[in-house]
């Protein structure tokens, strides 16, 4: 599984940095097209009640998420990035399941289980501050939420000996 994310959010990765050092926007009321010309093909689409939904996300090495909500007639109502503090905490243990996870944040960086625990372990790399962190949603059998926790992410460095 780690694979598939891999795979599909580099080649998205690339098209956001690139993105990214232009620092191009779109405007609210553009067209579909007019966003995917600006930030190249979406990582994923998600139907939504009222339109649909770009998913523009940079995980599993990245930090950001970016959701274009279009309306029905295909125009821009909203971009936000939505790794952050505030989004986190929309999400509700007990009510939310996998799909509205992935459906307001994209396709997590890992999937992970643990023995402590007797479902899947969505993980989203964000920053928070200069911070790199984790954000952990922890799914039940059902695949419904079951608690959300953060850590800092340290990194890896090589073992030097000299």
Avoid at 12 to 34: D, K, N, P
Avoid at 64 to 71: G, N, P
Avoid at 133 to 148: E, K, P, T
Wanted: net charge positive.
């Amino acid at each position: 599984m780690h694979s598939r994310i891999f795979g599909g959010a580099v080649s998205a990765a690339m098209l956001l940095l690139a993105s990214a050092c232009s620092v191009q926007t779109v405007q609210l009321g553009a067209t579909r097209e007019e966003v995917v010309r600006t930030y190249g093909r979406p990582t994923h689409t998600v139907p939504l009640a009222n339109g649909n939904r770009l998913q523009y996300s940079l995980q599993p090495l990245g930090r950001s998420a970016v959701m274009v909500d279009l309306d029905t007639a295909g125009r821009v109502v909203s971009v936000r990035q939505v790794l952050n503090p505030v989004d986190f905490a929309r999400i509700l243990p007990g009510q939310w399941t996998r799909l509205d996870v992935e459906r307001e944040f994209g396709q997590p960086a890992m999937v992970d289980r643990v023995m402590s625990w007797s479902g899947d372990i969505m993980t989203y790399r964000w920053m928070d501050a200069d911070q790199p962190m984790f954000f952990y949603v922890y799914l039940d059998v059902a695949n419904r939420v079951g608690r959300i926790g953060q850590a800092m992410e340290f990194p890896v460095r090589p073992n030097r000996n000299d």
